[in-house]
Each structure stands twice: as structure tokens, then as C-alpha cells.
């Protein structure tokens, strides 16, 4: 049985969905064991949620932008809305 990959702490979002994106590709090929799945699928979730806090502390910081800049130019920040479909 293959140990579980550890993610850089440094990973770049885009360098951790491509990793994602190589896990689902291996897991939908069929060509793992069921213990190499099992690995495969536990380090894709492990990427999944490092992908998705990048994302929320980018969405947190382009609120504080907007919010720093619309003191001065006199506009108002929308909740962001998630995208969900």
C-alpha cells in the first residue's frame, strides 16, 4: 500500500488543482488498486481543501479591497454570492 502523499506547504492554487485534477484522472482510469484508490482518493480531498481555502482567503481579501475603496469612490460591496449549479 502507497502512503499518502504530503502537499507542500508553498503549493500554488493552480499547482494543487492540477494535482487534483491528476487524482480524479488516475481514480476514472480504472488502473489503480482498490488500495491505490482509497490513497489517490484521500490525497484528492486533501487537495480539494487546501483549493478551497486559497479561494476564501482570495474572496476575503478582494472584499477588503473593495471595501477599503469604496469608503472613497462611494459604492457599495454585494455579499458574495457562491455559484452553486
Known amino acids: 500500500m502507497m502512503a499518502v502523499k504530503k ?7 493552480e499547482e494543487a488543482l492540477a494535482e487534483l485534477e491528476e487524482q480524479v484522472r488516475l481514480l476514472e482510469s480504472g488502473e ?10 484521500k490525497y484528492g480531498v486533501e487537495l480539494s481543501k487546501v483549493c478551497s481555502g486559497k479561494l476564501e482567503a482570495v474572496k ?15 459604492y457599495k460591496l454585494e455579499p458574495f454570492q457562491d455559484v452553486e449549479g
Open 7 to 13: 502537499i507542500a506547504k508553498n503549493i500554488k492554487f
Open 32 to 41: 489503480l488498486s482498490l488500495e491505490e484508490s482509497l490513497d489517490a482518493y
Open 60 to 74: 476575503q481579501e478582494v472584499e477588503k479591497i473593495v471595501v477599503t475603496d469604496s469608503n472613497d469612490v462611494g
